[in-house]
């Protein structure tokens, strides 16, 4: 009967019977530090390379901390692993496989990381998996029929740009997915998005921007279903028309009108002038023009991204209100996922008839409890996150320059307090929104290493 607190916190048994088969005891003074290995007796030369990949990778200094950025280094290697004869992501440990989405968006970081090698093998892996403009959600085994998501062919499209600016744009568009160059999944994405996936995903005539079936976003909670989202998210918009930009310049100059005109939407529709910030969501069924959705007015850290790809044209007056409103959000090493505010479109969240949130103020600071009535009413809805976070960083050293680059590194650094606690040397996948912000979910989350790593790096220079 061994407790277990976070399991009964969970709604879970809280106790269990453990037989261990010993103990190991190290003592360690300040600034001391001791290495334990173990080996399997078959496989010596598997260790053998573990411990050469560890040399390769640098070792810790005898005295002081490790610098951030280092300490980050040495994580992200931990998430690459091998697919096939390529690469693929682990989204985090301990219970997360590869997705498509987190995948394709660490290897953001891992191309600041000087990892570009790595990165376009990753990109050619899931380039071969491109049908009809979708790409795998997750990935089980060499089952890949899970393709609920309108971001991560958007995140391709992103992560290509990114690694184009590095290693020039043929070397990128030029190579081998499966049996097509890289630069044919880019247009098939782009080309299913404006006339329509088989998964629902459109793009709507008379504003240029996609259309994402419920759930579909990485605020993808189902059962119940706490933020479907169908619509026009914002952040999807922004994708998008990075997206184009990447396909005007370096494939077909005839996408740029359709970057265009998507880029003027953004700005025109979802600026909301009393509050000071962009509509999460212009809220709709399948069919419905963004001209006559709702306007879901909930402060969420998404926006952030139409001012970090370049995608939002509102000028810089709007965009340092959107930051203010933003910086509401923050948490030491994480944004939230919601304000703790009301909202004029409701947001309710039910199970089985039961309704489970306030519909009018939906925040929940505190993510525990039974899974399915509790934690995911509050995953996306107050929750913070750190994959995010350093958007809003990277977001104030954008619109400010030089002047902002101190403000935006302190933000960063506030992040040690994750790294230096919980799994040491690691990011977790999220936080309590309400103080004292406990780490919650995974230990060690891939894309909030990667994306705290990415900006670190361009703002520091």
Not at 236 to 252: P, Y
Not at 421 to 435: R, T
Not at 437 to 445: I, K, L, M, T
Request: glycine content about 10%; hydrophobic content about 40%.
């Amino acid at each position: 009967m061994v407790g277990h607190p976070e399991d009964a916190a969970r709604g879970l048994d809280g106790a269990s019977d453990l037989f261990s088969p010993g103990w190991f005891g190290i003592d360690l003074l300040g600034g001391e530090r001791a290495v334990v290995t173990a080996e399997r007796e078959d496989a010596w030369q598997v260790a053998a390379e573990a411990r050469q990949e560890t040399v390769a990778a640098g070792t810790p200094p005898a005295e002081g901390r490790l610098p951030l950025p280092d300490a980050l280094h040495r994580a992200m290697g931990l998430y690459v692993v091998k697919r096939d004869d390529l690469l693929t992501v682990i989204a985090g440990y301990p219970w997360f496989l590869d997705w498509g989405r987190d995948t394709l968006i660490v290897l953001r970081g891992l191309i600041a990381d000087g990892r570009t090698a790595d990165a376009l093998r990753i990109l050619r892996e899931y380039g071969r998996f491109e049908q009809q403009g979708t790409l795998p959600n997750m990935i089980r085994g060499n089952d890949d029929s899970n393709r609920d998501t309108s971001d991560a062919p958007l995140w391709f499209g992103v992560a290509a740009a990114d690694l184009a600016e590095k290693l020039g744009p043929a070397a990128v568009l030029d190579a081998p997915c499966g049996r097509r160059p890289l630069r044919e999944v880019l247009v098939s994405i782009a080309t299913h998005y404006r006339d329509g996936t088989p998964n629902g995903i459109r793009m709507d005539r008379d504003s240029a921007l996609i259309y994402s079936p419920p759930h579909f976003t990485w605020m993808d909670t189902n059962f119940p279903a706490a933020t479907p989202r169908a619509g026009y998210p914002v952040e999807i918009q922004a994708l998008w028309i990075a997206f184009l930009d990447l396909l005007g310049r370096h494939v077909d100059h005839a996408w740029q009108s359709l970057a265009a005109q998507a880029r003027q939407s953004l700005a025109n529709r979802y600026w909301l002038p009393d509050e000071g910030w962009l509509a999460d969501n212009l809220r709709a069924d399948a069919g419905t023009p963004a001209a006559l959705a709702g306007v879901d007015d909930a402060l969420r850290p998404n926006q952030l991204l139409a001012l970090t790809l370049g995608a939002y044209d509102g000028g810089s007056a709007r965009a340092a209100r959107i930051l203010q409103a933003c910086e509401t959000l923050l948490a030491p090493g994480g944004i939230r996922s919601l304000a703790d505010r009301p909202v004029s479109l409701e947001l309710p969240v039910s199970r089985d008839g039961q309704l489970l949130n306030d519909p009018r103020r939906p925040y929940r600071g505190v993510y525990t409890g039974d899974e399915n009535t509790s934690r995911k009413p509050a995953y996306h809805n107050g929750t913070a996150w750190t994959w995010q976070f350093p958007l809003y960083a990277e977001a104030l050293f954008r619109l400010y320059g030089d002047e902002a680059r101190p403000a935006a590194l302190a933000l960063l650094g506030s992040a040690t307090v994750l790294t230096n606690s919980g799994c040491v040397g690691q990011v977790p996948e999220i936080l309590d929104g309400d103080a004292p912000h406990a780490q919650r979910g995974c230990g060690a989350q891939a894309w909030g290493v990667s994306e705290l790593l990415r900006v670190w790096k361009l703002v520091n220079g």
